[in-house]
């Protein structure tokens, strides 16, 4: 039995083949894991450049709740 251990993750820049932003990546999200888009499957980099892409990528308040919302993290809040 084969089981995927892998996730999907959202990113702010979307695949250079088909503009998807979902992406799948190893559960064990080791820096050098292979990241690839989830709709065409074109790999998109490491997983260590995704994080890093989605820790200082600058984007819009509706881009980052999305990202918030499919990434499975408490929203990120502008107001205080």
């Given at each position: 039995?084969?089981?995927?251990?892998?996730?999907?993750?959202?990113?702010?820049?979307?695949?250079?083949?088909?503009?998807?932003?979902k992406v799948t990546v190893s559960q064990a999200?080791?820096?050098?894991?292979?990241?690839?888009?989830?709709?065409?499957?074109?790999?998109?980099?490491?997983?260590?450049?995704?994080?890093?892409?989605?820790?200082?990528?600058?984007?819009?308040?509706?881009e980052q709740l999305i990202?918030?919302?499919?990434?499975?993290?408490?929203?990120?809040?502008?107001?205080?």
């Amino acid at each position: 039995m084969n089981e995927d251990f892998s996730i999907e993750m959202r990113l702010p820049k979307g695949c250079p083949k088909c503009g998807s932003h979902k992406v799948t990546v190893s559960q064990a999200q080791q820096p050098d894991d292979r990241v690839f888009c989830s709709s065409c499957n074109t790999e998109i980099g490491d997983y260590q450049t995704a994080k890093k892409m989605l820790d200082e990528m600058p984007r819009s308040e509706n881009e980052q709740l999305i990202e918030d919302v499919v990434n499975n993290r408490k929203p990120s809040s502008t107001e205080e």
